[in-house]
């Protein structure tokens, strides 16, 4: 079993649709990271996150740290949205990053 | 992009033939990192570097070494490159005090 496992894999919204991802980790953890990657681009930072909520125009990240669960939201959803989204993970005392398999977003105008 | 380029961008090669990556950062961050990225098994850390000449192993190492001679460049070699090689290589940068990674523009690396 992954230590980070996303959900869903996949994903298809019809533009202007609320958009949850999920990203769930089975170590204790010092950050979360997500990610993003569009078609043949690099892979940009959206969030640093170790407690709460943060908000970044149309994206909301959220971590539950007792239930190790973190969620990436995106509102108003844009074709430009679509892309791969990464979920990572720093242990307790290291500096290394364990990666989700990402979730394809595809948005349909 | 916090300053991070690589090179080169895209190389072909033949088997059995060394390879170097250059990760090249213009902000004196301390870790570098060298990732690669397949299909079916996203992003899955090489080697990484704390400091000049302080280098680490990650969960893919083998077949792969690592220098840091200065702050500024990190590189990756493929002592014998293989086809299981094949890959986007993605070399990152972490924010001082900060867990935060920033990414290079990846070498899309093939071996035939």
């Known amino acids: 079993k992954n230590e980070v496992e996303q959900s869903p894999q996949n994903l298809t919204a019809q533009e202007g649709e609320f958009i949850t991802i999920n990203c769930s980790y089975s170590?204790?953890?010092?950050?979360l990271h997500w990610l993003q990657q569009h078609p043949g681009g690099g892979i940009v930072s959206l969030f640093m996150?170790?407690?709460g909520k943060k908000k970044h125009g149309r994206l909301i990240a959220t971590i539950n740290i007792q239930e190790k669960h973190s969620s990436l939201h995106i509102t108003a959803s844009h074709p430009r949205d679509s892309a791969v989204y990464i979920c990572?993970?720093?242990?307790?005392?290291?500096?290394?990053?364990?990666f989700g398999a990402g979730t394809i977003l595809r948005v349909k105008s | 992009d916090a300053g991070i380029t690589q090179s080169p961008r895209h190389k072909v090669t033949e088997t059995g033939t060394p390879v170097t990556l250059r990760c090249h950062q213009t902000?004196?961050?301390?870790?570098m990192y060298w990732y690669r990225q397949d299909p079916g098994h996203g992003l899955r850390l090489i080697h990484y570097?704390?400091?000049?000449?302080?280098?680490d192993k990650g969960e893919v190492s083998d077949g792969y070494s690592v220098s840091r001679s200065k702050t500024e460049d990190f590189l990756l070699t493929l002592e014998s490159a293989t086809s299981s090689q094949t890959s986007v290589y993605f070399c990152?940068?972490?924010?001082?005090?900060?867990?935060?990674?920033?990414f290079g523009p990846g070498t899309r690396l093939t071996v035939t």
């Open positions: 990572a993970v720093y242990g307790e005392y290291g500096n290394k990053l364990v």
């Open positions: 570097s704390y400091g000049v000449k302080d280098t």
């Open positions: 170590v204790g953890i010092s950050a």
């Open positions: 990152a940068i972490k924010l001082q005090g900060s867990y935060e990674q920033y």
């Open positions: 996150l170790s407690s």
């Open positions: 902000e004196n961050h301390r870790y």
